[in-house]
């Protein structure tokens, strides 16, 4: 049970966290720093862009600064006429088969003509071309007027080449509805096999960051321009509006899914620079040219662009001059022509390279869960040092993996708000611990001091902050069980003064062989002795000095077998148990009590072992984990697989049979028991292999010649008989599963 004290951190972290939480909530919900993110999400595309490809599908004719001075000489400037201009353009491209041709360009006003003319040749010729070509579309403009109090009604043309069907039964969002509009002129409009929208939007800071993909207009959806070459290209069947995505699918089939946000726009994710476009970008002056050339009679191969490169392409006309105000400002700076964006949008949505915007229900959850773990380590941090710092390293690393989840996987997460919302939890639990640590290491000493003896006192203190109440750390630990046995008995036949006092005799000696090799005592229960290595101070050799321990443990008992024979007393006999591995060790108790002590599943497997020595009739028994620790330092025997009590999986067992070291100039002796080891190792492995009749030949002959084993063979002898009768499964393992401790 925690403290009082104990409690207060904590609920400073939960109250303190909650009410930052809030306060993000309301910010975000009231919009005033959805500019400041974009403008952060401007820097964040500039210097962690991820560099991505434009879809090779997309090209650009752009009427650029040379191509506006080298026609000038030729029509006198803007505007070009159209048919001999744009049309002997569309008309050559086409010859290639492109997927689309879009305009990117307005056509709303009539060119000048001549007085007998109705209409100008150019403007007539060129409607007629494009009557020729369904995939060729003209760009139209809808706005929104407030001073209109009546929508205009649309040309009925719009009903066939303008307006799309889209299923909205389904959609979570609302997409704008317009009042007023600009179309191509009326004849090219008529004529137009499609029209497209090329609506700009920009945020409040003039910048932009989103493209419009479809808009409304009296209840009807209309295509902009990326909406549009997308649906030339890709050819769906069926639009939806599902949640916030518009679906494009074709019999079923999902082709692309295009994100949305709560206005309909779809976010940009910006190229890392306008390089990205050259191959895809061709001056209109070039096109132009080849043009003439092909009309010429020019061979196709001599051209820098046939027909052919046009091949299923989408081809945007447009331009870049600086004169013809088509270029926006953009995160990646300023002169970003217009038609880019949209050409961005395409490419974006083709290569699946859209952002990933996380909702906000799940950034806000994550952000919340970063605050409440980072007031907690603050608060529970291990010393000043780490307090100070990890408030600070974890603010950075949280900005860091934004970055990076927008840099390698194009993931967006809001960065303002919740780098507001750390740096406030991290100040403020800062000031709460400057208020409350002095009082807090008062409380611990005076709680703790009582009990620890002054080597864990000092280690204590080092670290108050974090071992107090059930607090503790993870370690890679030695734990010794020992138990005498039959001790009962032996407690039923004399006095309660005789048992104490024997009992007392029996538990020095033990005790002092522990201290002897740097063990730690964790309790005594009754004759029960725990003891571990490796905490609270670090122990190389943790596990070599727990076997030592046990070894010596046992010359001690010997000694003591001998008084009690002198005295009249009957021997005492024990089994130790070790096991090595991560244990969770610390200060464990209530406010009036803390024991320094050991947690874990590796801790009840150590006790597990102990319990075992009587079964497998030798005085100690180790893991496979502390056996790898110690194999080169003592000759251990492996015994068997073992799975016990409460546990469906194996474990190999070994006991210690000599140290290395002390028969240097006794080979003979320790060749005696190697050999007993592998003679016990070969019988098992004919028992392993469920050969019962050839290991118990092997056992039976061993239970007359081992110095050590020998009871351990009379019990794998009786195992053997076992399962002749009683064969294990196909699939048996090898492992003996032991129903009681």
Known sequence: MKTKNAKKPLFFSLIYSACIIFVMFVIHISGVFELMEDKFLDLRFRYFNQKLEVNKDLVFIDVDEYSLGVMSSLYGGWPWPRASVFGNMVEYMMEGEPAAVLFDVLFTELSSKRLDEDISTEDSDFAAISSVYGNLSHAAIFSKISSVYQTEQLPESAEYNFSIDVDDSKAKIKIPELNDYQMPYPLLNECSSMIHLVNHVEDADGISRRCNILLKYQGKYYPCLALRGLMMKLQPTKLALVGSDLLLMRDNELLVKIPLDKEGRFRINFYDTLERFGENTLSAIGIYQNVQLY?????????????????????????????????????????????????????????????????????????????????LFVLYGKNKYFKTIFGAAFIILVVLVELLLLKFWGILLPILIPLLGMVMTYLGTLVFISFSEEAEKKRVQTAMGKYLAPS?????????????????????????????????????????????????????????????????????????????????????????????????????????????????????????????????????????????????????????????????????????????????????????????????????IYTPLAEYAKYTDRKDEIEILEKEAKAFKVALSYYFKKDFAKSKALFRKGAKVFKVLNLLAEVFVERCDYFTKNPPPANWSGTWTMTDK
């Open 456 to 652: 864990v006192m000092d280690e204590v203190l080092k670290n108050y902050d974090s071992l107090v109440g059930e607090v503790g750390k993870k370690r890679d630990i030695t734990v010794l069980f020992s138990d005498i046995r039959s001790f009962t008995t032996f407690s039923e036949r004399y006095s309660p003064e005789i048992v104490v006092s024997i009992l007392n005799r029996y538990l020095e000696k033990m005790i002092d062989v522990i201290f002897d090799f740097n063990g730690t005592l964790d309790k005594i229960v009754g004759d029960e002795i725990m003891a571990f290595w490796g905490a609270p101070t670090e122990d190389e050799n943790q596990a070599y000095n727990a076997v030592r321990a046990a070894i010596v443990m046992q010359e001690k008992l010997k000694e003591l077998n001998d008084e009690l024979a002198a005295e009249g007393y009957p021997s005492l006999a024990n089994g130790v148990g070790i096991n090595s591995g991560d244990m969770i060790v610390g200060n464990i108790g209530s406010a009036k009590r803390l024991d320094y002590t050991l947690i874990g599943d590796n801790v009840n497997l150590g006790a597990r072992v102990e319990g075992l020595t009587k079964y497998y009739k030798v005085k100690v028994l180790i893991t496979e984990s502390t056996y790898q620790k110690v194999k080169d330092h003592y000759l251990c025997a492996f015994l068997d697989i073992v799975a016990v009590k409460g546990k469906a999986q194996g474990i190999r």
């Open 295 to 375: 009309r010429q009679g020019v061979s196709i191969d001599s051209l820098d662009y046939p027909p052919s490169f046009f091949k299923d392409k989408i081809v945007v006309i447009g331009s870049s001059a600086n004169g013809l105000k088509d270029n926006k400002v953009t995160p990646m700076g300023k002169n970003f022509a217009g038609p880019f964006i949209h050409i961005s949008a395409m490419s974006n949505i083709l290569k699946k390279q859209r952002l990933y915007v996380v909702p906000d229900f799940i950034w806000l959850l994550a952000i919340s869960l970063c605050i409440v773990m980072m007031s």
